[in-house]
């Protein structure tokens, strides 16, 4: 039997797809998820009851895990796109239900690492079962508003490792929101592009150069999320394996950069070293490139690598200089023939009092450095 070889310059038909939409409270993301085409609901949220005369689609209440786990290919016949609302809520209800076992707890009740792995591969697990079914996968999320500088940053409600995870083997990814129309009327759009502000991704061309997609009254449009799946199905099915995993490639390295940039403590290092373990073990094409990525945020930070724990860990905290090493260090910059201003603004500094008492050599021979500059 001759095998059916698709070559790189072929396209490669595309059958189903995940969609994963993350939204603020109260924008109506589950009454959209029974737009999508023969919908079915997983109801991890408990919160199908509030779509009211919108709930189109059939609801499975999750409980518990084994509600769902075992639902056969002759079960879900039926339906032609598997709604996880929310995603949040369905990993949690992965790990309550390992938690139930006694051999995955820790002494403080807490689950162990080894188990929290296990939680994410029963997930990744079905998913890819779900798709292997030729069902469209779609990802209901909350959103959560994150602090970076002065920058406010939305992104989906979940863990650092599975959130890059869900960011990897997402098709399409939008922001939902409200946005003023010049008209001053407050509209629902779905922010498909990724920005500064949030991320995203598009392998579905939707939105046009904008990305950006306008939700209509889903009581007159009962097929909005049907009709925008295919829509995307339809351009990813006129391009070639190679085109498509450029473009999916480009925007997980720039989610990456992304994830990096909102990186605030170690623990964040430690998430983003599980999830390019992963980059790594599948080879995506950008692995170093992330790699450098989260080294030069760690360097940044001011966090070390331990090889012994396998964790990065926190800089010290900061510990000024004294008063009476701010005077000595007052009369020797005199000495030096300089004044505290120049100095504070060579070092960038407001005052000496910011100066971290472990790094007071060094602005020494810095300070010397510069007197010797000066009267070069």
């Known amino acids: 039997m001759a095998l059916n070889i698709i070559t790189a310059d072929q396209v490669l038909q595309v059958n189903a797809i995940i969609t ?21 609901s997983f109801d991890f949220d408990k919160g199908a009851h509030r779509t009211g005369e919108l709930r189109r689609g059939a609801v499975v209440p999750v409980n518990k895990w084994t509600d769902v786990a075992n639902l056969t290919a002759q079960d879900l016949a039926p339906y032609n796109t598997i709604v996880l609302d929310t995603v949040g809520a369905m990993l949690e209800c992965i790990k309550s239900h390992l938690m139930s076992i006694p051999n995955n707890r820790q002494q403080d009740g807490t689950l162990k690492l080894k188990a929290q792995g296990s939680a994410n591969n029963i997930f990744k697990g079905y998913v890819h079962m779900l798709i292997g079914m030729g069902k469209d996968v779609v990802f209901i999320a909350h959103a959560s508003e994150d602090q970076n500088g002065e920058q406010v940053i939305y992104r989906p409600d979940l863990g650092g490792k599975n959130r890059n995870e869900l960011y990897r083997i997402a098709d399409i990814m939008g922001y939902l929101t409200t946005a003023r129309t010049q008209e001053g009327k407050s509209v629902r759009v779905i922010n498909f592009n990724p920005s500064s502000a949030h991320h995203a991704k598009n392998a579905g061309a939707l939105g046009g150069e904008s990305g950006e997609v306008y939700v209509p ?62 980059m790594v073990e599948s080879k995506h094409v950008y692995a170093e490139s992330m790699r450098q990525t989260m080294l030069l945020r760690a360097k940044e930070l001011k966090c070390k690598f331990n090889k012994e724990s396998n964790k990065w860990g926190n800089p010290p905290e900061f510990q000024a200089i004294s008063d009476e090493q701010r005077d000595q260090l007052q009369a020797f910059i005199a000495e030096r023939g300089l004044d505290v201003k120049t100095v504070c603004e060579h070092l960038g500094i407001d005052a000496l009092t910011q100066i971290d008492v472990n790094t007071l050599t060094a602005v020494q021979a810095d300070i010397d450095n510069l007197a010797k500059e000066s009267l070069a």
């Open 20 to 40: 994963y939409i993350y939204a603020d409270p109260g924008l109506g993301k589950t009454s959209m998820g029974f737009t999508a085409d023969k919908a079915i």
């Open 217 to 278: 009254d889903l009581k007159a449009n009962p097929t909005f999320l049907a009709d925008m799946i295919s829509q995307a199905k339809a351009h990813i099915n006129t391009l070639t394996p190679e085109q498509l995993a450029t473009i999916k490639a480009n925007e997980d390295l720039e989610n990456w950069q992304q994830s990096c940039k909102e990186a605030e403590y170690a623990s964040d290092l430690d998430q983003l070293t599980e999830s390019l373990h992963d």
